[in-house]
């Protein structure tokens, strides 16, 4: 984990988060937000090259990660999108940018829409945000989630490589893929990996869909050509529906753009950081 250090803990309402903070506290306010079954790692490189120009803010989401993982715990999309708008306050952010992957794009939308949480700019990767979703997999876990549960410790292991390792794309390199399944690990990892996947309720999206005409935020939304898990027809049909959203399709990347193109991806939210006017 000393790779990528999340030193910053935070008592949110679904458990302890972990963060930190990138960059100098002079530059504009960014946030990273990443989606499932990840953590803030996969934003390692983008993060990194951003602290040149920003202030970036990565966080692990409650059940993820380095952050709390607990019988119970509450690690709906409702739930995070609360959680994300109470770490802006606790850092005293109004208006910062925001990137936003996968789940954590409906974490973002959420926030903005029914919790009212303002943006100077929006940046969505290959986001969950359009119904349907979740594949045939995904939703067989969830529906059968105690099961999976019990899978013996070797098992569920092979599992989750599997399913990180099935995103599109050029494919992970082994050792990214034993550091995004490692947090799924465990006494605590096993079950919070279930966890999530059960508590995945399309109703959550659903609750926002019909406002995305309503967005006034300057948003940017890039997708992988080649995401295996949401189809980049997905991000067209996103992009048509957000007012004046910025379309970025990027070549040779799977639903893990920030591992597949990283570079291509920089250069994108830079561009568009810099004018997102």
Same mark, same amino acid.
């Given at each position: 984990?000393?790779?990528?250090?999340?030193?910053?803990?935070?008592?949110?309402?679904?458990?302890?988060?972990?963060?930190?903070?990138?960059?100098?506290?002079?530059?504009?306010?960014?946030?990273?937000?990443?989606?499932?079954?990840?953590?803030?790692?996969?934003?390692? $490189?983008?993060?990194?090259?951003?602290?040149?120009? %920003?202030?970036?803010?990565?966080?692990?989401?409650?059940?993820?990660?380095?952050?709390?993982?607990?019988?119970?715990?509450?690690?709906?999309?409702?739930?995070?999108?609360?959680?994300?708008?109470?770490?802006?306050?606790?850092?005293?952010?109004?208006?910062?940018?925001?990137?936003?992957?996968?789940?954590?794009?409906?974490?973002?939308?959420?926030?903005?829409?029914? %919790?009212?949480?303002?943006?100077?700019?929006? $940046?969505?990767?290959?986001?969950?945000?359009?119904?349907?979703?979740?594949?045939?997999?995904?939703?067989?876990?969830?529906?059968?989630?105690?099961?999976?549960?019990?899978?013996?410790?070797?098992?569920?292991?092979?599992?989750?490589?599997?399913?990180?390792?099935?995103?599109?794309?050029?494919?992970?390199?082994?050792?990214?893929?034993?550091?995004?399944?490692?947090?799924?690990?465990?006494?605590?990892?096993?079950?919070?990996?279930?966890?999530?996947?059960?508590?995945?309720?399309?109703?959550?999206?659903?609750?926002?869909?019909?406002?995305?005409?309503?967005?006034?935020?300057?948003?940017?939304?890039?997708?992988?050509?080649?995401?295996?898990?949401?189809?980049? $027809?997905?991000?067209?049909?996103?992009?048509?529906?957000?007012?004046?959203?910025?379309?970025?399709?990027?070549?040779? $990347?799977?639903?893990?753009?920030?591992?597949?193109?990283?570079?291509?991806?920089?250069?994108?939210?830079?561009?568009?950081?810099? %004018?997102?006017?």
């Amino acid at each position: 984990m000393a790779e990528w250090p999340l030193p910053e803990t935070f008592p949110s309402g679904s458990g302890a988060v972990r963060w930190n903070r990138l960059g100098g506290a002079d530059r504009p306010p960014l946030v990273l937000l990443h989606g499932t079954p990840f953590s803030s790692y996969v934003w390692r $490189a983008v993060a990194r090259s951003l602290a040149r120009d %920003h202030q970036v803010f990565v966080w692990d989401m409650p059940g993820y990660g380095m952050s709390e993982k607990s019988a119970g715990q509450d690690v709906s999309l409702a739930a995070q999108g609360r959680v994300f708008t109470e770490l802006l306050g606790h850092w005293g952010l109004e208006d910062p940018l925001v990137v936003a992957h996968d789940f954590g794009g409906a974490v973002a939308l959420r926030a903005h829409l029914l %919790h009212g949480v303002g943006y100077r700019a929006l $940046a969505l990767v290959d986001p969950v945000a359009l119904a349907p979703w979740g594949s045939p997999f995904f939703r067989l876990v969830r529906d059968h989630a105690e099961v999976f549960e019990q899978l013996p410790p070797a098992l569920h292991r092979a599992l989750v490589r599997e399913y990180v390792g099935s995103t599109g794309g050029p494919g992970l390199h082994p050792t990214v893929l034993d550091r995004l399944v490692e947090p799924w690990l465990g006494e605590s990892g096993q079950p919070a990996f279930y966890r999530q996947i059960a508590q995945a309720d399309q109703r959550y999206t659903d609750e926002i869909q019909d406002r995305y005409s309503g967005i006034d935020v300057p948003t940017l939304i890039c997708w992988g050509e080649d995401d295996a898990w949401i189809p980049v $027809a997905k991000g067209r049909e996103l992009a048509a529906a957000v007012p004046g959203a910025r379309w970025e399709p990027i070549a040779h $990347a799977g639903h893990l753009v920030q591992e597949d193109a990283p570079s291509e991806l920089t250069a994108a939210l830079l561009a568009f950081l810099r %004018h997102p006017h």
